[in-house]
């Protein structure tokens, strides 16, 4: 039982007693990880915002039912999971037709080059890695997914994500791990060559200690 | 040290990088176990990559939007009378609605129960009248009164 020393929980009980300044705060804490966690599994920048602003509206919906049982992080975390894996089965019931799906080759739009853009190999090298991590992780089970995504959340402990994830601490370390396997599995030919890591300072700051 | 602390390492790392400590033991349990680098370094190495995945780009009026959607969608429960918000007045007037049928439909029961029970009083009289051919000449007999006409003959052959 977390107590009310968790400021998170503190603000969402001054959102009870109405305090929309207090909720703003929690938004514009929380706004960031929970986007990105919805990114992570949806892979559609404006779904997730979408999704998210809608986590938000939950959470000021439930404030007048709110009650200190555990870390305000892993409550809201819990709100997105629900609303994600809902919107990836409503995603499953009604897929969406691409626009360029009836396109032949012909008839599709052309593609220009801009040829005033300049990348450095660098920028180029880190744009197509993001992409190859992010097929690698849609390639996993939600689960699995949802998982290594909140494991990123530096303020979650293990069980927090147990919790979020309604299972248990082992089953939560399992999951991360198979989906970690899998991804290495994926990811094989840039860990093997090393070809992305970052010189000196710049790996610091991707991880912070 | 065992394997359970290469296990515990490896889920540190999960999270967050090892700490001086934790890299000097490592390295350490590593020396004696060689077969373990390989999958280390590609557990290290995976941590590294994921943690280089950026922050998405968010819209900058985020926030705005969200309270006011917050305050648009709360708006309504806002405005509805305290004494009917939540669950438990809705339940309370249920069960009240459930407490009126049950009394009506006790209240009918209980009317047509004393309409049968008068119909069976009627019919028990109907049972103490007279017999039937006590009444062969009821009708003349009613009829007598309505004659207007006085009967002369018969008012001679009577004087």
């Known amino acids: ?209 | 040290m065992h394997d359970d602390d290469y296990r515990k390492w490896r889920e540190i790392n999960w999270k967050r990088p090892l700490n001086a400590s934790e890299k000097a033991d490592l390295q350490e349990f590593l020396a004696a176990r060689p077969q373990l680098s390989e999958d280390w370094q590609a557990e290290d190495k995976l941590s590294h990559l994921l943690a280089r995945l950026p922050s998405v780009p968010l819209s900058s009026n985020f926030t705005a939007r969200v309270l006011a959607e917050a305050q648009r969608a709360a708006a309504p429960e806002r405005t509805t009378p305290w004494f009917w918000r939540g669950w438990r007045p809705r339940l309370a007037l249920g069960l009240a609605m459930v407490g009126v049928g049950f009394f009506s439909f006790h209240e009918f029961r209980a009317m047509e129960q004393a309409r049968a029970a008068r119909a069976l009083v009627a019919a028990s009289r109907l049972a103490a009248l007279p017999p039937i051919d006590w009444m062969h000449n009821f009708d003349t007999i009613q009829r007598l009164d309505k004659v207007k006409v006085a009967d002369e003959e018969l008012l001679s052959v009577l004087e």
């Open chain 1, 1 to 209: 039982m977390a107590a009310v020393d968790d400021p998170d929980a503190a603000l969402m009980l001054r959102v009870k007693r109405g305090d929309l300044a207090a909720f703003e705060a929690l938004v514009e804490k929380f706004k960031q990880p929970v986007v990105n966690l919805l990114y992570r599994m949806l892979h559609d920048l404006d779904e997730a915002e979408d999704l998210a602003q809608n986590v938000f509206v939950r959470v000021y919906q439930s404030a007048e039912r709110y009650e200190v049982s555990a870390k305000f992080s892993t409550w809201l975390f819990t709100i997105a999971r629900r609303l994600c894996l809902n919107e990836i089965r409503r995603r499953g019931r009604h897929p969406a037709e691409s626009l360029e799906a009836g396109m032949d080759a012909e008839s599709a739009p052309r593609q220009y080059e801009d040829s005033k853009v300049f990348s450095p190999p660098a920028h180029f090298l880190q744009g197509e890695l993001e992409e190859k991590i992010q097929e690698a992780l849609d390639s996993l089970p939600e689960k699995q997914r949802l998982a290594i995504t909140l494991c990123r959340q530096e303020e979650l402990s293990y069980e927090e994500i147990a919790k979020v994830l309604d299972c248990s601490v082992s089953a939560t370390k399992s999951l991360i791990h198979r989906g970690r396997e899998t991804l290495k599995e994926k990811l094989k030919p840039y860990l093997q060559t090393g070809a992305w890591e970052p010189a000196g300072p710049k790996e610091n700051q991707a991880r912070p200690k």
